[in-house]
C-alpha cells in the first residue's frame, strides 16, 4: 500500500519533527539533509524529486476569499470561505458565506434559512457529520 504524497508544508515539517527527535537523541542533521531523509521514506531519490512529484498535486485545502460549491443538508450552494483552519492534516474547520440562503429545515409549513455554515470537513471536503439518512452535512465539490 503506498501512502499518498504530503503537500510541501508537511514534507518540510516532517523535517523539522525528524530533526528535533534526533537533536533529542544527540544526532545533529542538517536540515537539507532531514529533508533527503524525508524524501527517502516517501521512495524518492532525493529532495528535489519529492518536490517536483509534490509541485505537480492538485492544491489541497481550502483558503479564506475562495469560492466552493456543494451539498448541505442534500441542498446544493455556492459560498465564499470565509475562513478555513487546518486541524489535523488534512481537516479543516471552515466558515461560509452562503450566496444564497438554504431552508435546513424538511418539514412543510417550517421553514429555517441559514447563510452562514460552520463545519469541519476532511481530505475529501465532507463532514463527520451526517443526517439522518445517512448522508453528509457538508460536502465540498473539489
Known amino acids: 500500500m503506498t501512502q499518498p504524497l504530503p503537500t510541501l508544508a508537511e514534507a518540510k515539517l516532517s523535517a523539522k519533527h ?7 537523541e544527540g544526532v545533529t542533521i542538517s536540515h537539507s539533509q532531514a529533508l533527503e531523509k524525508i524524501a527517502h ?3 524518492f531519490r532525493d529532495w528535489n524529486g519529492l518536490h517536483a512529484a509534490i509541485g505537480d498535486l492538485p492544491e489541497r485545502g481550502w483558503r479564506a476569499g475562495q469560492r466552493v460549491t456543494g451539498l448541505y443538508l442534500s441542498q446544493p450552494f455556492v459560498a465564499t470561505v470565509l475562513s478555513a483552519e ?11 458565506n452562503l450566496d444564497e440562503a438554504v431552508d435546513v429545515v424538511r418539514f412543510e409549513g417550517l421553514s429555517n434559512l441559514r447563510k452562514r455554515i460552520r463545519a469541519q470537513v476532511g481530505p475529501d471536503g465532507r463532514s463527520h457529520e451526517h443526517t439522518s439518512d445517512g448522508a453528509p452535512q457538508l460536502q465540498l465539490d473539489r
Open 41 to 43: 521514506g516517501f521512495g
Open 18 to 24: 525528524l530533526r528535533a527527535d534526533l537533536a533529542a
Open 86 to 96: 487546518e486541524g489535523e492534516p488534512g481537516w479543516f474547520e471552515m466558515t461560509l
